[in-house]
């Protein structure tokens, strides 16, 4: 019997200046985070499609709402409309989540506290 890689969700609930927007999203390759992050440096119409279809293919779910309170469905379509920036926040949300370290690390840490009492003096034997 094998191990049997269950895909990975990230929820993405830290979106800089989105406050309240929480997406849920599949993990994604090695290789095709190397594509995309090649693809965000690239100008032109295709890099930007491409972007987009593997975004949305993706997705898991999320929380946006349109100006009457509706549920937006995840659809390709739909993120086509979206803002421009919220798009690129998304985008570098998703891939620092995949490729960041967890901000949790040293918060346990008591950073900077001394040892309470003398130091230990060395002496040469």
């Given at each position: 019997m094998g191990y049997r890689k269950v895909p990975t969700i990230h929820t993405i609930d830290d979106i800089p200046?989105?406050?309240g927007l929480i997406v849920r999203?599949?993990?994604i390759s090695f290789g095709k985070v190397r594509r995309v992050t090649a693809l965000l440096d690239d100008e032109?119409?295709?890099a930007l499609e491409e972007i987009g279809k593997l975004v949305v293919?993706?997705?898991v779910s999320w929380?946006?709402?349109d100006g009457d309170g509706r549920a937006i469905p995840v659809t390709i379509e739909?993120?086509?409309e979206l803002d421009f920036?919220?798009?690129l926040k998304l985008v570098n949300a998703w891939l620092d989540r995949m490729?960041?370290?967890s901000d949790d690390l040293g918060k346990d840490s008591s950073s900077g506290v001394k040892f309470p009492g003398q130091p230990v003096t060395m002496e040469a034997l």
């Open positions: 200046g989105e406050d999203m599949q993990g032109g119409d295709g293919s993706k997705l929380n946006l709402e739909e993120f086509d920036q919220l798009v490729t960041g370290v």
